[in-house]
């Protein structure tokens, strides 16, 4: 069972959430709130497996919201999905770089709602086709000096490899395919990337492998090795 809270200003919009969430034999909506701080507080009084979170709210704005959700150790477990009616850049990386597994405009079908909420469970990244390519587009527009994640120095050449290619939006299946691995290794070196990094989601590693330079939106799909120390060890 999943577990679901809604976080939004708007009554109606959290009625009409419910009501579908509640349709569904694998989801349990577990509670909601009208602004940012109660999300918070809800989020850690009840830990559910992701949080359907406004961007614009009283008290605390989502953004903030995800960002205190994201940096508490115990809510670990808890993933954000950024529901919204503007697709504004800033608001798609700042809601990434804040911590969020996902950003959803509210025009959304039902159905890309549901499969969003289920993904997000898994822990796994999720963005629109439309606002991934908003994202691509920050990254074109942004200086050229970039910011290296900490920890990026010590992934190995096949971590560096991964974080590329979970960058260029290869799942781990399609991952293990391109470098000839199984797939559970493709999601150990996935795993240990993110720890490297301090990723909280495939979500973030993809902010973190644009940002340090790992690829960039007119690169191949071909990943080039990671530039860290370890990049001649083995993977």
Not at 132 to 157: K, N, Q, Y
Not at 163 to 184: D, K, Q
Not at 192 to 208: I, N, P, S, W, Y
Request: aromatic share 4%.
């Amino acid at each position: 069972m999943i577990r679901v809270l809604i976080v939004d200003d708007q009554a109606l919009m959290r009625a009409g959430f419910r009501a579908l969430l509640a349709a569904e034999d694998d989801i349990e909506v577990v509670g909601e709130a009208a602004d940012g701080r109660a999300g918070v507080e809800l989020v850690r009084r009840h830990r559910p497996d992701v949080a359907l979170v406004d961007v614009q709210m009283p008290v605390l704005t989502g953004i903030e919201a995800t960002r205190e959700i994201a940096a508490d150790p115990d809510l670990a477990a808890t993933h954000v999905v950024i529901l919204t009616n503007y697709g504004l850049d800033a608001y798609v990386f700042d809601a990434l770089r804040a911590g969020a597994a996902g950003f959803l405009l509210k025009d959304t079908e039902p159905g890309e709602l549901l499969q969003a909420i289920r993904i997000a469970a898994r822990g796994d990244a999720l963005l629109s086709p439309s606002v991934t390519r908003r994202l691509i587009t920050e990254f074109v527009s942004r200086p050229p000096d970039r910011h290296t994640a900490p920890g990026f120095e010590s992934l190995t050449r096949r971590e560096g490899q991964v974080t590329a290619l979970v960058a260029r939006g290869l799942t781990n299946e399609e991952i293990a395919a391109h470098m000839v691995i199984s797939p559970l290794t493709a999601k150990t070196h996935v795993s240990r990337a993110m720890t490297k990094l301090g990723a909280r989601d495939r979500a973030q590693l993809v902010v973190f492998a644009y940002e340090s330079g790992l690829v960039s939106p007119s690169s191949s799909p071909s990943p080039s090795p990671s530039p860290g120390a370890g990049a001649g060890a083995a993977g």
